[in-house]
């Protein structure tokens, strides 16, 4: 694996060794000690020009606990904000020895092109409005493990996915989250099923491949994993829903709506939530709830792309 640009990217196979690798990276979490010589030597940048805390800590994180040297720039941090271009900045960093970078930027394809000019791996930690990989496999690990298809040797098999359900809920036109995780969840056997208001969804959605509808009431009860996504109120400019209160209503997950899930359905969120607006305080701290489980996830998930792009040799 040269580069983790897009979950449309990953076989099942590959997707599949992620999830697998990322069950053995999960015991590291519960130690006193959490450290692994995996990455010794190799050099990781974190690349943030945009906001996060999930995201970026987490990939600080593992790469620290992998051993490897891990540097963090931002915006402010950088030369971009002397005026210095992208492509400049990245092969200023690249020609000093880098071995990863990881890249989050607000352009969407920004990271796949800055990949097309260096010489090292790259990760697409977010850009724009495009994907964001690494979520929607943490997604999925969380999503492995809520179905129980976990073995004594700690690795699932793929079978999990299959005749699975996921409806994928609320502001989907500025959500890069949501067409990884299509990509992913095709790629694993889901069917997955979009929920949203007609002014948030993205243009050609009906050539996702995926089912489309305005009723959430539709398809709750149905659903094995409801996962509602953040009202990204940053990214508006204009009225996309008539107000908060009707967006609950018709989108949210109030405690009425929680309680027509079926027995053993799961509840995501990627982060940060909007508490009230598409998840209530009861869904959200429900007993099935994954939504801690995805962060706890994205350290151990994050660890296994690093190790599959840097744990062999330098060849």
């Not at 979490?29 to 010794?40: A, C, M, N, V, Y």
């Not at 994907?131 to 496999?137: C, G, Y």
């Not at 969380?142 to 996915?161: I, K, L, N, P």
Request: net charge negative.
């Amino acid at each position: 694996m040269r580069h983790l640009l897009s979950a449309g990217d990953l076989s099942l196979a590959e997707a599949t060794s992620i999830l697998d690798v990322a069950e053995e990276m999960h015991t590291i979490q519960s130690r006193q000690i959490k450290k692994l010589p995996t990455l010794r030597g190799r050099t990781v940048i974190n690349m943030f020009f945009e906001d996060s805390t999930r995201t970026r800590t987490s990939f600080e994180m593992a790469g620290k606990w992998m051993s490897a040297d891990t540097i963090n720039i931002s915006t402010k941090g950088s030369s971009t904000s002397k005026g210095e271009s992208l492509r400049d900045t990245m092969l200023t960093l690249d020609a000093m020895g880098t071995d990863c970078f990881v890249i989050r930027h607000g352009s969407s394809g920004a990271v796949a092109q800055a990949a097309s000019w260096v010489r090292a791996h790259v990760v697409n930690a977010g850009d724009g409005t495009h994907e964001h990989p690494t979520q929607a496999l943490l997604d999925a690990f969380a999503m492995r493990r809520h179905f129980g298809t976990v073995d004594e040797s700690g690795t699932g098999g793929d079978e999990v996915f299959a005749g699975k359900r996921i409806a994928i809920v609320g502001d989907l036109l500025h959500s890069r989250v949501v067409r990884s995780n299509v990509l992913l969840q095709r790629t694993l056997g889901s069917s997955v099923t979009l929920v949203a208001p007609p002014t948030l969804l993205p243009t050609g959605v009906e050539q996702w491949g995926v089912g489309v509808t305005s009723d959430l009431d539709e398809v709750i009860e149905g659903a094995d994993v409801v996962m509602m996504l953040r009202v990204q109120r940053e990214r508006m400019h204009g009225g996309f829903f008539p107000t908060e209160r009707e967006y609950t209503e018709l989108y949210g997950l109030p405690p009425q709506r929680l309680a027509r899930l079926k027995p053993g359905a799961a509840i995501c969120h990627p982060g940060p939530m909007n508490r009230g607006l598409e998840i209530s305080s009861e869904a959200a701290d429900a007993a099935n709830s994954l939504i801690l489980e995805q962060v706890t996830a994205g350290v151990s998930v994050r660890m296994s792309v690093l190790y599959h792009l840097l744990g062999g040799s330098p060849e």
